[in-house]
């Protein structure tokens, strides 16, 4: 029988052959291209992180909406194309159909690139830190649909925690409830983006690439589907302060609640707006911790594809 999604997939040659070979294969978001950096850090760390992911054995997948089409592996001229997009949307779960039929560009979250990965059989994702529980999100019931992707999809997202942005403990308490297993490589607690300590722990701590591999290999082998957190901290030498950082954040939120800012547009904006109040630091340390997971994603890859 024919898998009508497929139609939708258009594989770079590279990532065919990988495939073809068994070879072991990386999923990247593209929203941290077109959304998350200012160019030309975005199109640099953009190949820098696939560099890494070849360095360590495995072949990078960005992926991106392009032409109507799912993209899985992009040519360098696309990844410098949405690197100076203005208006690439934003694709989640809700985006993913609307962008391809109307075969505009789209730049893939969290969510819609794990969408991505599990339809074109990629089972490691590398993305910079998933997003969550927003704060306030009592009154405005703001939750990234990443969580509830992780719930659904079959496919283990390595990242730097959740953004130091959202409210940790409640990100945690919703991945708890709805049975998504969180594991902390380098460290017992779960990491917090700019810092490494978000103060909450993991479920377990697993080191060994092997070792997460096999975990999550019995997680799926049992049937239970969805995704597995694997929170790698940012390296200490690019780690901001977290008293320094919190304030920050404390700062942005109220500036985005000044000018309206809500919804999908959250979190660049809080972004861009740490970026200025730290001078460029944190987006030093952003890198720093997106090309360290890429490294880790990696090793995962090639650890299950044994």
Not at 50 to 79: K, S
Not at 100 to 105: D, Y
Not at 142 to 155: G, H, K, N
Not at 188 to 193: E, K, L, P, S, V
């Amino acid at each position: 029988m024919t898998d009508p999604a497929a139609a939708w997939l258009q594989r770079s040659p590279a990532i065919a052959a990988a495939q073809a070979a068994k070879r072991p294969v990386v999923a990247l978001e593209s929203t941290i291209i077109a959304h998350g950096m200012p160019y030309p850090e975005n199109l640099r760390t953009a190949r820098e992180v696939e560099a890494v992911v070849r360095d360590h054995g495995a072949e990078p997948a960005t992926i991106a909406v392009m032409g109507g089409r799912i993209r899985v592996g992009l040519a360098d001229e696309d990844l410098a194309l949405l690197a100076q997009a203005k208006d690439a949307h934003k694709v989640s779960r809700r985006d993913l159909p609307a962008v391809l039929a109307s075969g505009e560009l789209g730049a893939t979250t969290v969510a819609g690139t794990m969408i991505c990965a599990a339809l074109a059989g990629i089972e490691v994702f590398v993305t910079g830190g998933i997003g969550g529980v927003h704060r306030g999100a009592g009154e405005s019931f703001d939750i990234s649909a990443d969580l509830q992707e992780l719930a659904r999809t079959s496919v283990a997202v390595v990242c730097a925690g959740a953004k130091s942005i959202l409210d940790i403990g409640l990100t945690l308490e919703y991945l708890e409830t709805h049975g998504v297993p969180v594991v902390s490589c380098g460290q017992d607690n779960f990491a917090a983006f700019y810092t490494r300590d978000s103060g909450f722990a993991a479920d377990r701590r697993i080191d060994d690439a092997a070792a997460q591999a096999r975990f999550i290999r019995t997680k799926w082998d049992l049937g239970l589907a969805g995704g597995v957190v694997v929170s790698a901290p940012v390296p200490a030498e690019a780690e901001m302060p977290r008293a320094e950082i919190d304030a920050l954040i404390e700062q942005a939120l109220a500036d985005a609640r000044s000018q309206g800012i809500a919804g999908k547009a959250v979190t660049p904006f809080l972004l861009a707006r740490i970026r200025a109040l730290t001078g460029g630091r944190s987006l030093a340390t952003n890198i720093a911790l997106v090309k360290h997971n890429a490294e880790v994603g990696a090793r995962l890859a090639v650890a299950l594809a044994r």
